[in-house]
Antibody
Framework: EVQLVESGGGLVQPGGTLRLSCAAS????????MDWVRQAPGKGLEWVGR??????????DYAASVKGRSTISRDDSKNSVYLQMNSLKSEDTAVYFC????????????WGQGTLVTVSS | DIQMAQSPFSLSASVGDRVTITCRAS??????LNWYQHKPGKAPKLLIY???TLQSGVPSRFSGSGSGTDFTLTISSLRPEDVASYYC????????FGQGTKVEIK
């Protein structure tokens, strides 16, 4: 069974840093792109960013709202993908989902259950 | 970025009704359009990919159509378990989502 499990959510102070992890199982992790998508309370889905698979040198893309303060990385030996976001603002409060993508121009499937990040003092 | 305009924002329909949700892209995205169902507290679920291909395991009452800039998700006969929010997403370039449609039972 394909499974994605996020961890690392919680309460973070404004200006702080979050580091989320996503553990994958049930598929050949290194063969897929991995994305992060978030949903703020009462809002819709917002794509956060993507990390491609090798041999694209783990290239990444980010949404404008998080670019410059976010880093997505992956460790294929651990079947895991990570999201680090700095300079957190209240508007970063959201459930963060880890999602698998077959490749460029593809759909997102499956999704993890998500982990809640709350930015508040 | 490609903008996705989804409508309506919400709808209320009776069990057995035909329900249609539309999504319009700000530029031609060919058939690079996907639909997701999201229930509160659950992981979003892929329903339709490449505009009209039903994801494995998704009931056949769901269907998708369209190409270019205009797309439609149809539920042919609404069931209580279809209560959820539905999102379109373009995969022609950096992914973007529509605003979502909340579907309720009347």
């Amino acid at each position: 069974e394909v499974q994605l499990v996020e961890s690392g959510g919680g309460l973070v102070q404004p200006g702080g840093t979050l580091r989320l992890s996503c553990a994958a199982s049930g598929f050949s992790f290194s063969d897929y792109y991995m994305d992060w998508v978030r949903q703020a309370p009462g809002k819709g889905l917002e794509w956060v960013g993507r990390i491609r698979k090798k041999p694209n040198s783990d290239s990444t893309d980010y949404a404008a709202s998080v670019k410059g303060r976010s880093t997505i990385s992956r460790d294929d030996s651990k079947n895991s993908v990570y999201l680090q976001m700095n300079s957190l603002k209240s508007e970063d409060t959201a459930v963060y989902f880890c999602v698998r993508a077959p490749g460029e121009g593809s759909w997102l499937d499956p999704w993890g259950q998500g982990t809640l990040v709350t930015v508040s003092s | 970025d490609i903008q996705m305009a989804q409508s309506p924002f919400s709808l209320s329909a009776s069990v057995g009704d035909r329900v249609t949700i539309t999504c319009r892209a700000s530029q031609n995205i060919r058939n690079a359009l996907n639909w997701y169902q999201h229930k509160p507290g659950k992981a979003p679920k892929l329903l339709i990919y490449a505009a009209s291909t039903l994801q494995s395991g998704v009931p056949s009452r769901f269907s998708g159509s369209g190409s270019g800039t205009d797309f439609t998700l149809t539920i042919s006969s609404l069931r209580p378990e279809d209560v959820a929010s539905y999102y379109c997403q373009q995969s022609y370039s950096i992914p973007t989502f529509g605003q979502g449609t909340k579907v309720e039972i009347k």
